[in-house]
């Protein structure tokens, strides 16, 4: 089975992206973070050569926000729609493994020590579970890998809370998937997160 890398990724724009760091990092410092991340996580999974690596947008690539962004022309472009993060996501995953036939590996911008290295081992484990997921400090997860689809692993969600991670654990069990529970890794979404980023990326919003 092909395993495809989906990326949810928000326009690195000033007042859009990465607004919980903004009292640390100011807005413009904020957006070129952003970037900075959102460029990181396409070179990591890019660099994984799993397959077909896909960028999921918002807002729509129509939108001026994306104009001065700069996208390797491996990727695959596509928007995320409406909806809130649950749906968005559960569409991205149906089309992927239905429409398909692969097997997807989502993730976000937000997780640098999300590396080559670690997708290359969530789709080893794909292989053999259901489903995949590297959860995170604060609850969430950086990395949800599917074989198989099911809405409930989307819905009544509370996203941007510490049960998101908890909450799908449950429900894969409710449903007998088999899971893979890899390490957990760190998001950068607030100002104490800041002391987890590697040195290339320290600095990163400053001029």
């Not at 491996?74 to 036939?101: K, V, Y």
Request: proline content about 4%.
């Amino acid at each position: 089975m092909k395993t495809r890398i989906v990326i949810f990724a928000k326009a690195p724009q000033a007042g859009l992206a990465k607004t919980r760091l903004i009292p640390a990092l100011g807005s413009m410092g904020s957006a070129r973070l952003a970037e900075q991340l959102l460029q990181q996580t396409i070179a990591d999974a890019l660099a994984a050569k799993l397959g077909l690596v896909e960028l999921c947008v918002a807002p729509s690539l129509k939108n001026s926000a994306w104009c001065e962004v700069r996208l390797p022309i491996e990727l695959h472009l596509s928007d995320q729609g409406e909806g809130d993060l649950g749906e968005r996501l559960a569409r991205a995953a149906q089309r992927c493994i239905e429409n398909d036939g692969d097997a997807v590996i989502l993730v976000g911008t937000d997780c640098p020590e999300l590396t080559a290295q670690r997708l290359q081992a969530a789709a080893m484990a794909l292989e053999n579970h259901d489903a995949v997921i590297h959860p995170t400090a604060d609850g969430g997860y950086a990395l949800l890998g599917l074989r198989r689809f099911h809405p409930r692993i989307f819905q009544g969600i509370a996203w941007s809370t510490d049960s998101v991670a908890y909450t799908t654990l449950c429900r894969c069990g409710e449903l007998g998937w088999s899971v893979h529970v890899a390490d957990l890794l760190h998001d950068i979404d607030q100002p104490e997160d800041l002391v987890h980023l590697p040195e290339s990326l320290q600095g990163a919003w400053h001029v």
